[in-house]
């Protein structure tokens, strides 16, 4: 079984910055894909930031410059920093990963529980 925890969300003020943590564990083969989505009150949850298994990079219009995603293969452990936020920001953050279980044959997609970051103006 395969897990994935985030931890860093909170309470910031427009300008500031957070630091959001997404470790995967359990049966793991291969990690490829790592990616951060978001999800505000009433809208469709929607693409952040990812990084492939090279350190390939793409993020949002409306976060570049301002957010930075990274992964440290040797803790199966994704990152994303989170700067000069806006109330816009505002939503659940969600880690997600293409991940290849041992002794299974084909990847998956997981997907962590969430973590709140609330900016306020």
């Known amino acids: 079984q395969v897990q994935l925890v985030e931890s860093g969300g909170g309470l910031v003020q427009a300008g500031g910055s957070l630091r959001l943590s997404c470790a995967a564990s359990?049966?793991?083969?291969?990690?490829?894909?790592m990616a951060w989505y978001r999800q505000a009150p009433g809208k469709q949850r929607e693409l952040v930031a990812a990084?492939?298994?090279?350190?390939?990079?793409n993020y949002a219009d409306s976060v570049k410059g301002r957010f930075t995603i990274s992964r440290d293969d040797a803790k199966n452990t994704v990152y994303l920093q989170l700067n000069s936020l806006k109330p816009e920001d505002t939503a659940v953050y969600y880690c997600?990963?293409?991940?290849?279980?041992?002794?299974?044959?084909?990847?998956?997609?997981?997907w962590g529980q969430g973590t709140q970051v609330t900016v306020s103006s």
């Open positions: 359990g049966s793991i083969s291969s990690i490829n894909t």
């Open positions: 997600n990963a293409d991940v290849q279980p041992r002794y299974q044959f084909t990847r998956r997609d997981y």
């Open positions: 990084i492939t298994g090279g350190g390939s990079t």
